[in-house]
């Protein structure tokens, strides 16, 4: 049987009498890029892969006008204008695309045989295999890896790349469910979509029910904390509750001082009213204005603002404080902690207790005109306010659903010192940001849309048209290595209801 080499679909053996020679040598060449040192030798900086040449040496044995055939028949298929396949029968799985270079030949010189020379570029340098490899839901576990949905909204390719090289898939995701993202990872991470869509939006009716800023205001509502013996631990030991809060002047001040201890304080409480389904708010937005201006250095004194869910267990807390002599002060954000003492969070925010200004001379922040301060929880993120800057922290899973149900206010003085005299709570307001319903979203990805990611052209293609612009800024396409088994995650929004279909296509290439 005649060995036959396919170039541009055409079988050359049909046309010439046999082949006496093929030169393929071994991969394409590399060239290496160097920099020469100024004594000894050179750094390697970079290689790269060369096109590659491939000479046919064939026959023609003498017919009445069969080089003449031959000719026209070769010179007719040669001339192409972009790389063609080309196929040797040794080697059916694997195709070159490959142009004619130089000047094919044919020596005539003997009346028996003609001997020729086709010589072909490879501008790539390698092979790839003729049929384009699948891998989806249907034929996973087969030779071309496995499909796994995860029960944590993620799906994990195992692909088998047989080839030499990396290659760059095609990926087709199928929605069968909402979706406002999906995420492919393997050597790089690619994204598209929106990361934080969501499934449902609320719609709210934010409901201001607390609003407090006459004495009447603070008197009906703030009542002595009867079931608190100290305030709540910090960095040091509890406050007592052994002295008492009321309203004065401008706000609710310390007006008994008991010295019994280094710190001595009052705590008042207040009630959350719960809302018309009977449920304390779950996302929720205070504001209060605090008065903390000493008119001598040697005063001292703490404020503290506790936020405490139905259990009495504190959320967070803010606290201003100054321990002793000077004009040093500070603002402290504190967080309840798995050991169920408070932490800092952000860092102390330190301010001149007689002016109120922060360093840098902004404007006075906890003078008569000012000290405006606030505290957002939305889900399980808490963010605090300082200087119009938010510091938000992240309470984990169960603080998306723990309910705001009642807020202590703690003043205290310190043992032989004066307490700071301008110290009080001037005013209060809470709004519940969670007094509404939710209505469904239209997520960006729908059930039996077609989203396609092509790696080698980074291209992404949506219900047939361009998308590019749902990448994500930061991530990036990526190829898959040789070898079997390579991995790579497609995750999608927490919110969708099943896996997405997956379909992964390439071509292996060969060296």
Known sequence: MAFKIYYNGTDLS???????????????????????KSKLGSDFLQNSINSKSITINFVVNVKKDRFTSVRKALGEILNVNE????????????????????IPT??????????????????????ESVDTKTLNNDNSGGENGTITNNSDNSISALINNNGTLPIFPTIKITPTAESGF?????QNVLEIGNLDEADEKRKTRQTTIADFKSQSDFDTNFVDATDRTTSWETNISPI???????????????????????????????VVPKDSTGQYPVNWHAQFNTFFIQNN??????FQLCFCDENKQPLAMFEIFKGGAGQNAELIFWLIGGDNKMHKFGGDKPFNASTGKAPGGVTSLFDAAHGGQAIIKQGNKISFYWKGVAYSYLMGDAGSSTKLAYIYVVEASRQNYPVINNMSLKS????????????????????NDEIIVNMDAKKIIANGRGANSDYIT??????????????????????????????????????
């Open 14 to 36: 049909n046309i010439v009498d046999g082949f006496t020679g093929i030169t393929r040598n071994i991969g394409a060449g590399w060239t290496n890029n160097m920099q020469t």
């Open 83 to 102: 790389p063609c396949a080309l196929i040797f029968d040794d080697d059916p799985n694997s195709v070159w695309y490959a142009v004619p270079d130089g």
């Open 106 to 127: 044919l020596d005539e010189s003997s009346f028996y045989q003609a001997f020729g020379t086709l010589t072909f570029l490879v501008p790539s340098g390698y092979a």
């Open 182 to 186: 999906f995420g492919i990872a393997g």
């Open 240 to 270: 007592p509750n052994n002295s008492k809060l009321k309203w004065k002047t401008d706000g609710i001040r310390m007006s008994t001082f008991s010295q019994a201890a280094t710190w001595n304080g009052g705590i008042q409480r207040y």
């Open 297 to 302: 250095a040697r005063q001292a004194g703490r």
């Open 428 to 447: 209060f307001k809470l709004t519940n940001l969670n007094d509404g319903y939710m209505v469904n979203v239209v997520n960006k990805y729908q059930p």
């Open 474 to 511: 930061g991530s990036d396409f990526f190829s898959i290595p040789a070898g079997k088994n390579q991995k790579i995650d497609i995750v999608y929004s927490n919110f969708t209801t099943s896996p997405p279909k997956v379909e992964i296509k390439w071509k292996e290439r060969i060296l």
